[in-house]
């Protein structure tokens, strides 16, 4: 059973920087696209960023684009993104997934559990 574990959220201030993780397991990592969406209360689960699986193409949400960075490390099976300058409009659970591109949008096959990332005023 393919498993995708998040990690790294935690409360920050605005401004602030976290970094966040995503392992998989029992998933060939370098031919999926891995991407992250996230979902605050009241909302609809919104894109993120994305990072194809070759050439390592990557895309951003507008509302992230210039100060997330998405990177991976396909030796470990790991995911990250990079948050910086981070304003209270973050706070969300973020959520790791697998899966593939279609048109230009991606569809994911796999999610994580999620983790909180709070950003305070």
């Known amino acids: 059973q393919v498993q995708l574990v998040e990690s790294g959220g935690g409360l920050v201030q605005a401004g602030g920087s976290l970094r966040l993780s995503c392992a998989a397991s029992?998933?060939?990592?370098?031919?999926?696209?891995i991407g992250w969406f996230r979902q605050a209360p009241g909302k609809e689960r919104e894109f993120v960023a994305r990072?194809?699986?070759?050439?390592?193409?990557?895309s951003y949400g507008y509302s992230v684009k210039g100060r997330f960075t998405i990177s991976r490390d396909n030796a470990k099976n790991t995911q990250y993104l990079q948050m910086n300058s981070l304003k209270p409009e973050d706070t969300a659970v973020y959520y790791c997934?697998?899966?593939?591109?279609?048109?230009?949008?991606?569809?994911?096959?796999?999610w994580g559990q999620g983790t909180q990332v709070t950003v305070s005023s």
């Open positions: 997934a697998a899966g593939r591109i279609t048109g230009n949008a991606m569809m994911p096959d796999y």
């Open positions: 029992r998933l060939t990592f370098n031919t999926y696209t």
């Open positions: 990072m194809n699986s070759n050439p390592g193409f990557t």
